[in-house]
């Protein structure tokens, strides 16, 4: 499957990407209730008990507005020269039965196809290798988010780092778990071809706990749903990320749900929450990574949070790999987060797709 090869973002698809409707409309409406794609964050649970150790991460920081910023991200130093880190994963597929008999299963086929979710998510660029050149410039062939974070630190990967990799490793398909919803925890709705869960995340939050229980505190838990979003006062959080324990040892958590085409008016479907919430764990794993306010996006108002998948939730490219073609999320460098004037990502860029022309700032 690694051979397998999608060139993708190159310079002359460029013009096309920036003019559609994923950029006009870019939260993404729900189309089968109220509603519009988001994603969140919880706060860490300080109260957890993690096993020994962590992801590998290292520490930076930056100046902004005369204020020093300082964040953690996976892997290791980019300014430190070529060096690779894998890091190991676990999916743990959730299974969502509802009171109406609904049940939305990621070990079986997708609606309309003969492939489990999980085989999809295994086969997608997420944990495979393609080719990736926005702008025409190789950042290399690789899995989307290492090839967004190689784009991200351009400024040393194409000089002194040209073997700077930080990569999530072959995963370990746990046993599903079946989680069955009170009916005033959540609720199936119709949706364009299987259903649609809808789940409290308040119902979710209280299970997770036990549901991370005994995974080592190096692994990442990468908790998978089908078609099943979180509600908090409405839907739709198609994922989060989470971390549990204290430092040096903690845990930290994906949870994402991949989702058939035509939930939302913008193409947000199968691995487009998996590849946002994967970059947003990457570059803020302990969920403390503070920036210079921003807005945009999913954020009407003011965010100081790094988190590089909500300004742009909802533009999408595509990837065609493994005989399926995957709709993975823009992400922004940290350039844009810095309000830096000149950017040192690829192609002197704020985004992987080149979606904003610079910083955008709180008013």
């Given at each position: ?9 190159a310079?002359?698809?460029l ?10 409309e ?57 060096q ?6 676990q ?45 025409g ?42 989680l ?85 008016n ?24 503070t ?8 954020v ?22 493994n ?41």
């Amino acid at each position: 499957m690694r051979n397998s090869l999608a060139r993708v973002l190159a310079a002359c698809c460029l013009a096309a990407w920036a003019a559609s409707p994923a950029l006009a409309e870019p939260r993404g409406r729900f189309l089968f209730g109220d509603g519009q794609a988001m994603f969140t964050t919880l706060d860490p649970d300080r109260d957890f008990e993690a096993n020994a150790g962590t992801v590998q991460n290292w520490q930076g920081s930056f100046t902004a507005n005369g204020s020093t910023f300082t964040f953690k991200m996976v892997g290791t130093d980019p300014s430190l020269g070529s060096q690779t880190t894998i890091v190991p994963v676990q999916i743990i597929p959730l299974v969502f039965q509802f009171s109406d008999g609904t049940v939305l299963d990621p070990t079986q086929a997708a609606c309309g196809t003969n492939t489990s979710t999980v085989t999809s998510v295994i086969n997608s660029p997420i944990f495979q290798s393609t080719t990736f050149s926005p702008g025409g410039t190789n950042v290399g062939n690789t899995q989307y988010v290492d090839a967004f974070q190689r784009a991200n630190f351009w400024n040393f990967v194409s000089t002194s780092a040209p073997n700077y990799h930080v990569l999530l490793g072959t995963p370990q398909v746990m046993p599903a778990v079946t989680l069955v919803v009170p009916s005033n925890s959540g609720n199936a709705v119709n949706g364009p071809c299987a259903k649609i869960g809808e789940v409290k995340i308040s119902y979710f939050q209280r299970q997770l706990r036990q549901l991370t229980r005994g995974i080592p505190s190096t692994t990442l838990p990468l908790f998978l749903t089908y078609n099943t979003f979180f509600t908090q006062g409405g839907c739709c959080i198609l994922g989060f990320h989470t971390a549990s324990g204290r430092a040096p040892n903690q845990l930290t958590i994906a949870v994402a749900a991949y989702s058939d085409p035509g939930i939302f008016n913008v193409p947000i479907q199968d691995i487009h929450a998996l590849s946002h919430e994967i970059a947003e764990w990457m570059d803020d794993p302990f969920i403390n990574n503070t920036v210079p306010g921003w807005t945009g996006g999913q954020v009407s108002g003011c965010s100081t949070i790094l988190e590089v998948g909500d300004p742009v939730t909802g533009t999408a490219f595509q990837v065609t790999l493994n005989g399926q073609t995957y709709n993975p999320e823009d992400l922004v460098f940290l350039p844009w987060f810095e309000k830096a004037p000149t950017s040192f990502s690829v192609n002197g860029w704020y985004t992987f797709l080149n979606t904003f022309a610079g910083p955008v700032n709180c008013n």
